[in-house]
């Protein structure tokens, strides 16, 4: 059993981040375990979701976002379903991936390039295109075989294009993630600031 | 019939490996005299990748759909695609419960969201706009080899406070329009349990667990068939069938279909132009149709807080 000395690393400044980016309070939560009861990943989480729920409470920032879990978390909403004080969980755990990949910590490193391989593609061409997200996941992560074994079939029933599909608005899309990214780095900045001073 | 003028927005999925979904549905929407309308150059909603990351690029990037709705003048829109529903509906909702995440979310859009489309999965917009009376209408034949066990996924009904349709643990809206058709349904425990997801190229072996549980729980209550709402879940249970059963010493065999791919088989539409030959587990002779013989029409089932109202 880990033993966490709350007196010196409870950071109260994470469950207020944690509290406002999720618009949920983590101190209703009374540890029922309704969440990690159903929820169908605790057998592949290193912290099962409702100890992630303590965790938040006794602030323990480091632990938190360096868990595998909030990255195996598949947002099915079964916890949020069936949390008897209406904690929205999964959103809350989605808010820690939030948190988690804006500060680069992933401890799921392929499952945190398969999402930028889906990303990059979407601003590239305003829709995903699968084909061009397996070989940017390929690429990035030197999986080279992911999957080859579905080829055959993929490629007899002619389920994947070869040319992505662009749309006339991408410009418009290409905005979206540019205007969002000037946001999240003038946001960084100013808080470095404040660091800085305070 | 205003309650029928929804727009359709496909998703990227549809237009790639999900694409039989979408011929499906655009036969049955013919069949029951609904017009499709799609959004003139619709975007990709941000699926799961997008609100993994950013809650804020994940609102913009659903949003600018829903002003595409906004400007075709019509009250709402359905989407196939639970991931797709989800993504629109969430953007939505949050929207609308939070000013400073409305303004925020309209600061990256070049045309801001009034916040006026009604969103739905399109199997909630056929049960509940069109209606299992009107889905029975053009019911021509009868497919006497099918036992389905309708598979939901995770999303299409949950979370309640988002999604408001069906029941979240125990849903009855595909089994209706099954049975609508005239079509056998099992009943089943695993009717949402997740099949993995997204995780199918990053974590291969959470798949492989979860789907194998789906797919024997729907055996064991004997169906032969499973029907599916979702390109991701269909991809799961159908193309990595093969990858669950190597992984996981089965040698599971069960056919995947569509539900407007069963509703469409009923109204005379061929497996040809339902796109059923797209699917890799062959369904044989589960998709011979026969005859209508006419049985006892067995009531809709409720759910439980429908059945709570009329008692």
């Known amino acids: ?78 916890c949020t379903t069936r949390c008897p004080c209406e904690v929205d969980v999964a959103h809350v755990m989605d808010t820690l991936r939030n948190i988690a ?28 295109y699968e084909l061009g997200i397996l070989m940017g996941y390929k690429a990035k992560t030197l999986h080279l075989l992911a999957d080859a074994d579905l080829g055959p079939n ?13 749309i006339e608005g991408r410009d418009e899309v290409q905005r979206i993630f540019k205007r969002f990214a000037e946001k999240r780095d003038n946001e960084k900045r100013d808080n470095q600031k404040r660091d800085h001073h305070g | 019939m205003a309650d029928k003028d929804y727009a359709y927005y496909p998703g990227c999925s549809l237009e790639g490996t999900g694409s039989a979904y979408d011929a499906s549905i655009r036969l049955v929407m013919q069949a029951l005299g609904v017009e499709v309308k799609e959004p003139h150059d619709w975007s990709c909603c941000g699926s799961t990748p997008a609100h993994a990351v950013d809650h804020l690029l994940a609102g913009a990037l659903a949003a600018r759909n829903l002003v595409l709705v906004q400007k075709m003048g019509l009250k709402g829109v359905s989407a196939p695609c639970p991931s797709c529903f989800s993504a629109l509906k969430t953007a939505h909702y949050r929207m609308a419960k939070s000013k400073a995440f409305k303004d925020e979310v309209n ?8 916040g006026t489309v009604d969103v739905r999965s399109t199997l909630q917009f056929i049960y509940e706009n069109i209606g299992v009376e009107e889905v029975a209408r ?20 949950r979370p309640p406070e988002i999604a408001q349709f069906d029941d979240p643990e125990n849903p009855v809206s595909m089994d209706n329009l099954i049975s609508a058709v005239g079509v056998e349904v099992v009943d089943y425990a695993f009717k949402m349990e997740c099949c993995g997801a997204a995780f199918g190229v990053p974590r291969k072996d959470m798949v492989n667990k ?11 209550a004997g169906a032969n068939c499973i029907a599916v709402a979702c390109p991701l879940c269909q991809q799961n249970l159908d193309l990595r069938q093969a990858q669950v059963n190597a992984a996981m010493g089965s040698s599971f065999n069960i056919p995947v279909l569509y539900f407007s791919q069963i509703m469409g088989l009923t109204y005379g539409f061929t497996p040809k132009e339902l796109g059923i030959d797209k699917g890799v587990v ?18 809709p089932k409720k759910t439980k807080a429908a059945a709570k109202e009329a008692s």
């Open chain 1, 1 to 78: 059993m880990r033993v966490i000395n709350l007196s010196t690393t409870s950071d109260a400044s994470f469950i207020e981040q944690v509290k406002k980016e999720s618009g949920q309070d983590p101190a209703e939560c009374y540890q029922c375990g309704n969440c990690t009861a159903g929820c169908p990943y605790t057998e592949f989480f290193d912290y099962p979701v409702s100890m992630i729920m303590r965790l938040i409470q006794a602030g323990q920032k480091d632990t938190v976002l360096n868990s595998k879990a909030i990255w195996l978390c598949a947002t099915c909403e079964t």
């Open chain 1, 101 to 128: 990949y804006r500060e680069g910590r992933y401890t799921e490193k392929d499952i945190k390039t398969f999402y930028e391989a889906f990303l990059t593609s979407l601003k590239n061409n305003g829709r995903i």
């Open chain 1, 154 to 166: 993929v490629l007899v029933k002619r389920l994947i294009h070869f040319q992505p599909n662009k």
């Open chain 2, 107 to 114: 600061e990256l859009l070049d045309v801001p969201y009034e």
């Open chain 2, 138 to 157: 053009p019911v021509k034949l009868a497919l006497p080899n099918m036992k389905v066990a309708p598979y939901y996924g995770c999303i299409l009904n």
């Open chain 2, 210 to 220: 979860l789907t194998h549980k789906v797919l024997s729980m729907a055996i064991e």
């Open chain 2, 282 to 299: 062959d369904p044989g002779n589960l998709i011979e149709t026969g005859p209508i013989v006419p049985k006892e029409v067995e009531k």
